[in-house]
């Protein structure tokens, strides 16, 4: 699986920004996949998970309401929509995939991961 990210940039507070991340090498029917996020300094952290097959779908409080996150089964892409940023969204983000379709939120399970993109919000 090859995951390559991609719409990472420097925005102002409040603004929006979409991150895409284009998936290759399997069909994802039964996997979980997702968007992390690391600061420096910071342990990485999830940010939203949905489930391929559709329907379920997770965040953490920090982004509820302000982050959505979405899938193209046809183009086998996922997006991240990041609404109202702040300051403290700062940081890389990455996609991943999991196997196991559990949509868990420890970092080490899931198996495969893009490069990362930068998101840096300005206040």
């Known amino acids: 699986v090859q995951l390559v990210e991609s719409g990472g940039g420097l925005v102002q507070a409040g603004d929006s920004l979409r991150l895409s991340c284009a998936a290759y090498?399997?069909?994802?029917?039964?996997?979980?996949v997702g968007w992390f996020r690391q600061a420096p300094g910071k342990e990485r952290e999830i940010v939203a998970g949905?489930?391929?097959?559709?329907?379920?779908?997770y965040y953490p409080d920090s982004v509820k309401g302000r982050f959505t996150i979405s899938r193209d089964v046809t183009k086998n892409e996922i997006y991240l929509q990041m609404n109202s940023l702040k300051p403290e969204d700062t940081a890389v983000y990455y996609c991943?995939?999991?196997?196991?379709?559990?949509?868990?939120?420890?970092?080490?399970?899931?198996?495969?991961w893009g490069q990362g993109t930068q998101v840096t919000v300005s206040s």
């Open positions: 991943a995939v999991d196997p196991s379709g559990m949509l868990t939120t420890v970092v080490e399970r899931w198996r495969y």
């Open positions: 090498g399997r069909t994802f029917r039964t996997y979980a």
């Open positions: 949905i489930k391929w097959s559709g329907g379920t779908t």
